[in-house]
């Protein structure tokens, strides 16, 4: 496949094909003045896969992080199930201030717990009444094919809610450590500085409760090494190419709402 490429902004770069070059997307240009909601099935999703991106882009727009599900479960220490919610919403406000973004929306949606169908239907008209208020212009959330099952599910909700409330949506779709896109899904390259590196590190580690079962730190930055070595020749020169982008670098799938294929019709 043949690609354009638009320059957006300083280090970030949208790849799309020729044929399908979406006007909207060029017009958001720089992306200032954007209202912006982040959707986090979990706590930490938002550091770990697009931290980076985030912080950028709170520089100039309203960066709104929602959580979806309490995630208490991933909690090991034995505490209350209240208790272990408290944590985990604590370090994602904590997260949030590291990088800069609007104090999170929490959502607690049942289907963590019960994903019987009354319990899907309530949550999916809780994000569908949320994204309603918030009115959003651009989109964060996991990729479609991501295998994490809450991650998937609220996706899910938030694809159908878009299609319900009839918006001009941008979708940003991020890829997670569960689910890493293929090369031909990837079309926005966000190549990270040492000192976004540094607070999107610092944001990760907010998240003390997942750190001390898992070193997701570790994780995020290894991705974020592999796609700065690969995706210059995979992607932008071809194979056998040399082209810098740095040592850090987040990829996504950007996708204009009209061009989706939605979860009710698929």
């Not at 799309?16 to 909601?37: I, Y």
């Not at 020749?233 to 850090?248: A, C, H, N, P, R």
């Amino acid at each position: 496949m043949s690609y354009i490429m638009y320059y957006m902004e300083k280090d970030i770069y949208l790849y799309t094909s020729g044929e399908k070059t979406n006007s909207q997307l060029r017009e958001l240009g720089g992306w200032k003045n954007k209202k912006v909601l982040a959707f986090s099935p979990h706590a930490d999703d938002l550091s770990i896969a697009a931290g980076g991106f985030l912080h950028m882009l709170s520089q100039g727009n309203k960066v709104q992080p929602v959580l979806g599900f309490t995630g208490w479960r991933g909690v090991n220490s034995g505490l209350a199930k209240e208790v272990a919610i408290a944590v985990r919403e604590k370090e994602m406000m904590v997260e949030a201030k590291v990088l800069e973004l609007q104090p999170p929306i929490l959502l607690r949606l049942l289907s963590y717990e019960n994903t019987d169908e009354l319990s899907q239907d309530k949550d999916s008209l809780a994000v569908e009444e949320m994204i309603n208020q918030e009115q959003p212009e651009i989109i964060f959330l996991p990729s479609q094919g991501d295998s994490q099952p809450r991650h998937r599910a609220l996706t899910n909700y938030v694809r159908q809610a878009v299609q319900l409330c009839g918006l001009s949506v941008v979708m940003v779709y991020y890829e997670t450590p569960w689910s890493l896109f293929a090369a031909d899904q990837i079309n926005l390259l966000v190549p990270l500085d040492k000192r976004v590196m540094v607070r999107k590190t610092k944001a990760i580690k907010a998240h003390m409760s997942q750190i001390a079962r898992t070193d997701f730190a570790k994780i995020s930055r290894t991705m974020l090494e592999y796609r700065a070595l690969t995706i210059p020749e995979q992607i932008v020169g071809g194979f056998g190419s040399q082209t810098d982008l740095g040592k850090w670098m987040e990829v996504y799938q950007i996708r204009n709402y009209k061009e989706e294929q939605w979860a009710s019709k698929e």
